[in-house]
């Protein structure tokens, strides 16, 4: 099993709707998440940190449920820039700064 | 600018060659690192660094070498490169503190034929 496992998808859709990714992750000892975003053949660039609580930014909105080992991030009013792929990343500190990347949710958004 | 700067950013060579990917960070971070991305298998970390003299194997160590001399260097060497390592290689940069995110550079690709 994937330390770290996403919905490959594609997520086709138009512009303008809500799109949810979900991620789960095996290591309880995780303790830091993020998404990020990489655009085609480009570097993986943070999106948002992932915290208890919960925390928006904008048009997004990430979630983190420790116990059910899963994260979520909503993304609201879809635009056609915001299609690229999201990785989910969980960090456990028991490895150094070691980041454990999922394969990443691919999202079109289309006109 | 705060940033991670890789070289080359590509390169075609034939297996065998010694070849260095150099990875330079300006943000006096401690935490260092190299990652392989195949498709349909993400991102696998080779190696880290967590501070100079100081480097440790990541998954997917086997046919790589690293050396942490300086804190803004973190060079990525292949001693005798061969296909399977034909890739695209990101160099990332942190703080070493809890929920500090990674920055990476913009890529290599390394094609070994």
């Known amino acids: 099993r994937k330390e770290v496992e996403q919905d490959p998808g594609p997520f086709n859709v138009p512009e303008g709707a809500t799109v949810a990714f979900n991620c789960t992750y095996s290591?309880?000892?995780?303790?830091?998440f993020f998404w990020y975003r990489q655009d085609c053949r480009k570097e993986p660039k943070l999106l948002m940190s992932?915290?208890?609580s919960g925390n928006e930014d904008g048009r997004f909105t990430a979630q983190l449920n420790r116990a059910s080992q899963y994260i979520s991030l909503l993304i609201r009013d879809s635009k056609l820039s915001d299609s690229a792929t999201y990785l989910c990343?969980?960090?456990?500190?028991?490895?150094?700064?070691?980041?454990?990347f999922g394969a990443g949710t691919i999202l079109r958004v289309k006109s | 600018e705060a940033q991670v700067t890789q070289n080359p950013r590509y390169l075609i060579t034939v297996t065998g060659k010694k070849l260095t990917v150099t990875c330079s960070q300006n943000m006096n971070h401690e935490y260092m690192s190299w990652y392989r991305q195949d498709p349909g298998l993400g991102l696998r970390q080779i190696y880290y660094s967590m501070n100079v003299e100081v480097t440790d194997k990541g998954d997917v160590p086997e046919g790589y070498k690293v050396s942490r001399k300086e804190k803004r260097n973190f060079p990525l060497i292949l001693e005798s490169p061969s296909p399977n390592q034909t890739s695209l290689y990101f160099c990332a940069s942190s703080l070493v503190r809890e929920n500090q995110p990674q920055h990476f550079g913009d890529g290599t690709r390394l094609s070994i034929l």
């Open positions: 992932v915290y208890s």
């Open positions: 990343v969980v960090n456990n500190r028991e490895y150094g700064n070691k980041l454990v």
């Open positions: 290591n309880s000892a995780s303790q830091s």
